[in-house]
């Protein structure tokens, strides 16, 4: 916007010379005016990036209505969106416009332009991008769907909010609905931008519940072994490669899965690492099926078997190991918690027979038993807010 040397831009200077405004109350409504017509009028639905630390300067502009929300929340298997607030009006402009470094915009004639800002803090992803099916975000005015391809927000991790963010502007009819819909897996999550309501069914949503679980236990053993009965202690504790607090998750979909039947959930637990001391660890492995050897409890006593899986855990390598799949079992989803017991006597206990080094077992193995088995390691799970 050009300015003569007075440093007014041309507009303004149109209007004082026009009117002969001196008064500083005149001067501000020839600004105010100036600053409507340098607003870009937008036509549909847009989105624009903002710094995640400036975004809020949006609730301070005089040109807007601001409504915030405490729960305008969807979630999915691959992302968490959130809207901290709407803001409505007819214009976005200066100053609030100048602080989030973005153009004024004004709604079209006869339209009301909506500013729904994108939670930053709220980006957690329970899985991993598909790399087949990415999350699809647009925003519904009376049945036109506008695509929204900055949206969701990457994952920040570690509970630290996104650097950007972004706003989503939307010019429509007062009357009209606006919406935000996002399709994660299949399946359809919608958030009606005007109340901040969810419009989808729970049971057609997705469920996410966490519970620490910290594996930590110690069991005495005998094993015969270099021709003598050796006692030793077997330890199950946290693998090494997990970096955060290890969780156990209640889901309702799981990558490797699908989603889970009507009233059911998954249960996803840390697979433990199994560590023996001393030279008893040396060669020794316990190989199982996880349906036979974890079961998780109910509160009301029913218990479930672990959905299969093979296991080979080496007892002097796996807490160093690659880490392990997690162990998953078909539960109720309304369960609020409940107990894992993970019984190694059920398990096959074989010893190398072969040629092996520090970093690679010998696949060479015969299957030898505990003189003293180890006892059933217990997780205590707790799913409640």
């Not at 901040?196 to 005998?222: F, K, M, N």
């Not at 799949?325 to 074989?350: H, K, N, W, Y």
Request: some cysteine; hydrophobic content about 45%.
């Amino acid at each position: 916007m050009n300015a003569d040397r007075s440093g007014f831009s041309p507009c303004v200077v149109a209007r004082l010379r026009a009117g002969g405004v001196v008064a500083l109350a005149g001067l501000v409504m020839v600004l105010t005016g100036c600053v409507g017509e340098r607003a870009t009028e937008l036509l549909g639905v847009r989105s624009v990036s903002v710094d995640s630390f400036s975004f809020y300067q949006l609730a301070t502009s005089d040109d807007l209505s601001v409504t915030s929300f405490t729960d305008a929340l969807l979630r999915g298997p691959h992302y968490t969106l959130g809207i901290a607030f709407v803001a409505t009006g007819e214009q976005l402009g200066d100053p609030a416009a100048g602080s989030l470094r973005i153009d004024p915009v004004r709604a079209a004639p006869g339209e009301q332009l909506l500013v729904a800002a994108v939670d930053p803090s709220a980006t957690y992803a329970a899985f991993g991008p598909d790399p087949e099916a990415a999350v699809m975000v647009d925003v519904v005015v009376d049945g036109t769907a506008t695509a929204l391809d900055r949206l969701p927000l990457h994952d920040a991790q570690y509970g630290i909010p996104a650097a950007m963010t972004e706003l989503i502007l939307i010019s429509a009819r007062p009357e009209a609905q606006v919406r935000l819909r996002v399709t994660d897996a299949g399946r359809e999550t919608t958030l009606d931008l005007r109340t901040g309501e969810h419009l989808t069914a729970a049971e057609e949503g997705y469920l996410q519940r966490q519970s620490e679980a910290p594996w930590d236990g110690e069991t005495p053993v005998v094993a015969d072994r270099f021709g003598r009965r050796v006692p030793a202690d077997l330890s199950v504790m946290m693998q090494l490669q997990v970096s955060d607090q290890p969780a156990a998750s209640l889901t309702t979909y799981r990558p490797d899965i699908g989603w889970a039947a009507p009233g059911r959930a998954f249960l996803s637990v840390p697979a433990p690492a199994v560590i023996s001391d001393g030279i008893v660890s040396i060669g020794l492995h316990e190989e199982f099926d996880d349906a036979a050897v974890f079961t998780f409890r109910t509160p009301d006593g029913k218990v479930v078997p672990a959905r299969p899986r093979m296991r080979d855990i080496d007892l002097q390598r796996s807490a160093f190991g690659e880490r392990q799949p997690v162990v998953t079992f078909d539960v109720p989803e309304d369960i609020i918690g409940g107990t894992v017991f993970f019984d190694l006597s059920r398990a096959q206990l074989t010893e190398e027979t072969g040629p092996a080094t520090v970093r690679q077992a010998s696949t060479e193995r015969r299957s030898i038993s505990w003189a003293l088995p180890p006892k059933v390691f217990e997780l205590q799970l707790d799913f409640r807010p």
